[in-house]
């Protein structure tokens, strides 16, 4: 009980140090905005393993934080190439696809009002399908490498992205418009110059939506098929193997993944979009 004793103290002693960073004059500051999660995420880490090996939880059913660290630090070479089949080929390629394709959709649409009220509408309900639905029918039709993986990836992020890059195209008000055709501004001008800049934000809304959906989808899509390699397929087959620490390995590369994606998303938004209201006064 020695190890649940010294989480439960810890917890408290961040939780305390947590709460005096927060109302601190610091507290604007970049280090205490990123210390503050860091030092909460520690502290989960700390009691997971208080609690799993003061109560004595089998690693069946969860292992400690510091067995999963050993299986990581000695399956590096598997994890490694995991990643690459499932983010790299299937998530990284799935989502520039179907980035460029929703955005080229949206663009070809917006001078339509027939294909708006026709295709809008389709993409609510395809949005809506159940994953576990689409892979395995896709699946069936590209093979069981990377390129079915990608294709349920293009899927799951075309319509977020679609909508949010139509109804920012929306943005922008009649005067707007009209100040253009006073300079005689052609429609690719005023697309370029005015309509685009102005759906920026929505655009990038839909890119960060998009940068968790490409990565459950390439993982989910090779429980359903895959090469002896990938995410989905090791965790399925450690689930399936009692390995359990290495299903929580797989998880923890898939998060720092998932994390470093929207990251880097948001850090390019932030630079792109630095004029946006939401963005003054942050830095």
Do not use: C
């Not at 009002?113 to 026709?118: E, K, S, W």
């Amino acid at each position: 009980m020695s190890w649940l004793i010294f989480a439960l103290v810890f917890w408290i002693g961040a939780w305390m140090l947590n709460t005096w960073l927060a109302n601190s004059a610091w507290r604007g500051s970049v280090v205490v905005r990123v210390l503050i999660p860091v030092l909460f995420g520690v502290t989960l880490i700390v009691l997971w393993e208080g609690i799993v090996r003061g109560f004595g939880v089998s690693p069946v059913i969860l292992p400690a934080p510091s067995t999963v660290a050993q299986t990581f630090a000695a399956s590096t070479d598997i994890l490694w190439e995991d990643f690459r089949q499932t983010v790299l080929k299937g998530a990284l390629s799935g989502f520039v696809i179907g980035v460029l394709a929703a955005f080229a959709t949206a663009i070809v649409i917006d001078r339509s009002a027939f294909l708006t009220r026709g295709l809008l509408p389709i993409g609510n309900f395809v949005a809506a399908l159940p994953i576990v639905g689409i892979a395995p029918i896709l699946v069936s039709w590209f093979g069981f490498d990377w390129h079915s993986k990608a294709a349920v990836v293009v899927v799951m992020v075309f319509f977020p992205i679609l909508v949010n890059t139509v109804q920012g195209l929306r943005e922008t008000d009649a005067m707007q418009r009209d100040l253009m055709r006073t300079y005689a501004a052609s429609y690719f001008d005023t697309l370029l110059k005015l309509r685009l800049p102005a759906a920026l934000p929505f655009v990038f809304n839909g890119l960060k939506i998009a940068t968790t959906l490409a990565l459950i989808g390439a993982i989910v899509a090779e429980y359903f098929g895959s090469p002896t390699r990938g995410m989905g397929f090791r965790i399925s087959t450690g689930v399936g193997s009692l390995s359990i620490d290495l299903v929580w390995a797989e998880i923890a590369v898939a998060a720092l993944a998932g994390t470093a994606f929207y990251g880097l998303v948001a850090w390019v938004e932030k630079r792109v979009t630095f004029w946006h209201p939401s963005h003054r006064g942050h830095g």
